[in-house]
């Protein structure tokens, strides 16, 4: 019997553990999670060169520290970034999670400097020429970690956590909820292989922290148990890439330039996100084959290319009532493009009505730091709203940073985000089952690390309250 079971070892279930070890707590911990250590998290690419597709979970999107502490690391600084938890607990309360959340991180050796808060009169002149365009421009401070520093940061969280006597099962998959009475009692747990007998652990609290590639599974199961949630989105899109030079301003004022626009003629929201200057595309694999583009950023090692995702929500209404099924739809038909791989056409060809060659990419300026995309025709599988919408972002996105919107500029697909699983909860955490709480992007309240982290301080307080009664 533990006093906790988190399921889940990215930053939202760390944070949990962390803030009541800090806390003085002496409850028995125990955290599930589907990949491996944080010394056992190398993608077989590095060798191989191209995605072998790891079983039983890939080692990008899962294992210690979760799926975007592994590919970039970058830590947003202000609580207009990263979700949608200040709607829940107020602007003021979060910023302050952030900024103690933030101490911690420096605490373990995270880079002490900041980027995008220096030029302000530069900054001034890039959210006139977005005003200009028709877009926000969203300044927020950025931590960059980097892929390197992340592995540090987190591998000395995690011996701390082993050291302090916190239970970590790695390889282990949670197949179920136990729930009685509207109580959640505990959880059943299982080699991630599908190998040996499941096994029902029982504890007084459970905090499920999935990360995003857990948000299908976690939907499936509020449906299973009638555990209460509220209309979320999803987010399609891709994962645009150009020449440094391009970039060279915003990424040396910002490093990340947030955007948001709500082109004409259908005004969904379309933003930026996850802007890796000097980055490499790179490829993430999710349950069901399912291949989605990302991006990473190292400290050292450098490209001559900056990739940014480009993303459009999509907010369904009655009856519609499965938005995650609907975006992995939409990747496994431009997988199927791709022959199982990612897609990448030019922005050019895109306008022109034609598909992108290989040879063409090859005689490119910009050429593909994800070596092994296939060349094809995005248009072919993406939804004609979203590719609209896209298309006419890039074009409001070349008035901030000419040449943004070059022939050359290329598009990878897809790029999906999974948090459209907004489980309903009050201000202390708590959903509709007793004794369950559900945390960072699998929750559907949180889009990045630092929000995730900021939400499992948070919940580690309300847990070290209710220790502290009794």
């Not at 072919?380 to 919107?405: L, Q």
Request: with cysteine; charged share 25%; proline share 3%.
């Amino acid at each position: 019997m533990y006093d906790l079971i988190i399921i889940g070892a990215g930053p939202a279930g760390i944070f949990t553990a962390l803030e009541l070890l800090k806390n003085g707590s002496r409850q028995r911990i125990l955290i599930a999670e589907l990949g491996v250590s944080m010394e056992n998290r190398h993608c077989p690419k590095d060798k191989t060169q191209k995605c072998v597709n790891c079983k039983p979970s890939c080692y990008i999107t899962t294992g210690f520290s979760g799926a975007g502490a592994f590919s970039d690391g970058k830590l947003s600084l202000s609580c207009e970034v990263g979700g949608d938890l200040p709607r829940l607990l107020g602007e003021e309360k979060v910023q302050a999670l952030i900024d103690y959340t933030d101490t911690i991180y420096l605490e373990y050796g995270a880079d002490p400097h900041v980027e995008g808060i220096t030029e302000k009169e530069k900054i001034k002149n890039i959210r006139l020429n977005a005003i200009r365009a028709g877009l926000k421009l969203v300044d927020c401070p950025i931590r960059h970690l980097g892929t390197e520093m992340a592995h540090s940061v987190y591998s000395r969280i995690q011996q701390h956590l082993l050291d302090s006597g916190v239970e970590i099962r790695f390889r282990t998959q949670c197949s179920d909820l136990i729930i009685e009475d509207n109580v959640c009692r505990g959880v059943v747990l299982q080699d991630a292989f599908g190998n040996g007998e499941k096994e029902r652990v029982f504890a007084k609290n459970t905090v499920v922290a999935a990360g995003r590639v857990g948000a299908s599974w976690l939907e499936e199961l509020c449906r299973t148990h009638g555990i209460e949630r509220l209309p979320g989105t999803v987010d399609v899109g891709v994962r645009v890439e150009v020449r440094n030079e391009v970039m060279e301003e915003v990424n040396q004022v910002l490093y990340e330039s947030k955007l948001i626009g709500y082109p004409k003629p259908f005004e969904n929201k379309v933003r930026t996100f996850c802007q890796n200057p000097g980055g490499y595309v790179s490829q993430e694999n999710y349950d069901d084959a399912l291949a989605l583009v990302n991006g990473h950023s190292f400290k050292e090692k450098k490209s001559e290319n900056t990739n940014v995702a480009i993303l459009c929500s999509h907010h369904f209404r009655v009856p519609f009532d499965q938005p995650i099924l609907y975006a992995q739809k939409v990747g496994q038909l431009m997988n199927m493009l791709a022959n199982g791989s990612i897609l990448v056409q030019r922005y050019g060809d895109i306008l022109s009505g034609k598909r992108t060659w290989a040879e063409e990419l090859e005689r490119s300026n910009v050429r593909p730091t994800l070596k092994d995309a296939v060349a094809g025709d995005l248009t072919s599988a993406m939804p004609y709203r979203t590719m609209v919408n896209i298309i006419s972002f890039i074009a409001a996105v070349d008035k901030v940073v000419p040449g943004f919107a070059s022939d050359e500029t290329l598009l990878y697909g897809p790029e999906i985000k999974f948090y459209s699983n907004c489980v309903k909860m009050d201000e202390n955490l708590k959903t509709s089952v007793d004794g369950l709480y559900c945390l960072g992007d699998s929750s559907g309240w949180t889009r990045g690390l630092m929000m995730s982290s900021a939400m499992g301080v948070y919940m580690a307080r309300k847990l070290w309250a209710e220790e502290q009664q009794g």
